[in-house]
């Protein structure tokens, strides 16, 4: 493994040959154009390579992964960027904790008499995942905490008149209606949830769907994945990293399954859930009548993976050290159970393509001949289908030096049509907004709003981890005019994290060569910018995360 992540004069026989195939990429496009124009080949290269059955979906901490880093250091090492890794090297090693459940786990409510009501297995209730301990047992009483949110400049408090503590709550999935929604988004992760339970003493959470949940994702679904790989990343203790140790999330229960919690109760799940589901009024919360069983056994063990960084270091001696990142999340989600024949979930625009364009606009910054002011890394991270761990990890201990400024990140550009329009979901926020409208002029395409305001993607990709360390930063993704809505929801609908993801669905490489260029026009004015990129005066997760830069008027 350590051989793996080792890049300099004496590279390993993979990553030989990996750095001949990167010469070989950029053999086309050797000559410094007037201007700089990516290259169609040059995307097409990069994703076949990425997408190809040889890496096995790229699941972070598999060889095939390991493989498609040696590919991206080489592909760095080729254009002369600096190594922005440990040691010398492109590669910050993450060290991972993986965990599943060994077994389908015991679920099972007592009422006020004392009879056992099991949870039917994978019908009305799937097992949690937490990197605790492998055996775990609670018993405890039942509370009801509506979406189980402590938003304070909300005025917004759950928890407030209920005691929970040495008991387990039981909340609805997702956010309150009224909030804005990214911030709904935010409040409404299991993560938030959990530290929000923790802080109010309870020992365990318990999610609930509604049926509009469950006519968006049924519920039964999820037993495909249910034993599927987690990650957490590995503290000095050998522990795996848990945000709520105290109120790990134990289960999510159907519909169906939560009349059994409610029995009793002052208002039925049906009463409640059609509250929830109408978004008007406020949720009631109170005691439940039934208490809960829960005995849960997980599978661990440890692993590593690596993200992969390549620095262009600025010229401007008073800006140098303000760092624009440009990510891309080069893992996806590897060998599952076959659909159709095929197990390998090659992950072509989820997200080959978003490296491929990481790729060519670092070669677009060296061949261009004009050094930015800042300095730029690009930075190809782990373990995203896993929680965004990579990101965070680096966002929490960044190989760089100097202050991370912005976040530019590409996750999964639909590029199977010549888009109109892109979405830069978050830029709003902060002063990113002008340079990726002016870069998407420059380009000849239109900035769109979030077509898609109730999914919350703000808050769903690698991006994000920058903001809870202050970075203002934005996803881009192309948008919906000219046939994007019908390719981005039948993509959603059949290919996402499945075997179709792949290099047979028709991918426009042109497009793939515009969506560079507008991502290099916009990381080079960020770069060449007299001032950093601030939040917002007011701003919701610049105020949170960093209050002395949300400065910016609107």
Known sequence: MAQTWEFRLNPSPILAGLAATALLVSSATAQTPAGFQPSADNIRAHVSFLASDLLEGREAGSKGYDIAAGYVASQFAQLGLKPAGQDGTYFQTVPLVAFRPAEEGVFTVRGKDGVAAPLVFGEEVLSGRNAGPRDHKVSAPLVFAGWGVVAPEKKHDDYKGLNVKGKIVVVLTGGPPGFQTEERAFYGNARTKQLAAAKAGAVGVIYVSTPKDEARRPFVEGKRTWRAWSMTWRGPDGKGFEAAPGAPGLGSVSVKGAEKLFAGAPKTFAEVAATADSGKGAVPRFPLTTSLDVTLRTEVKTIQSANVGGLIEGSDPKLKDEVIVLSAHLDHIGVTAPLNGDEINNGALDNAGGIATTLEVARGFREIGKAPRRSVLFLAVTAEEKGLLGAEYFARNPTVPGALVANVNLDMPILTYDFLDVVAFGAERSTLAPAVQRAAQRVGVALSPDPMPEEGLFTRSDHFR??????????????????????????????????????????????????????????????????????NKGDFFGTRFAPAHAIADR
């Open 466 to 535: 920058f903001v809870e360390v202050g970075v203002p930063s934005t996803f881009l993704m192309t948008g919906f005019q000219n046939g994007g809505e019908a390719k981005f929801r039948g993509f959603l609908k059949d290919c996402y994290h499945k075997p179709c993801d792949d290099l047979g669905q028709g991918i426009d490489y042109a497009a793939g060569a515009k969506f560079a260029r507008i991502n290099y026009e916009i990381a080079r004015e960020l770069a060449d910018a007299d001032a950093r990129p601030q939040w």
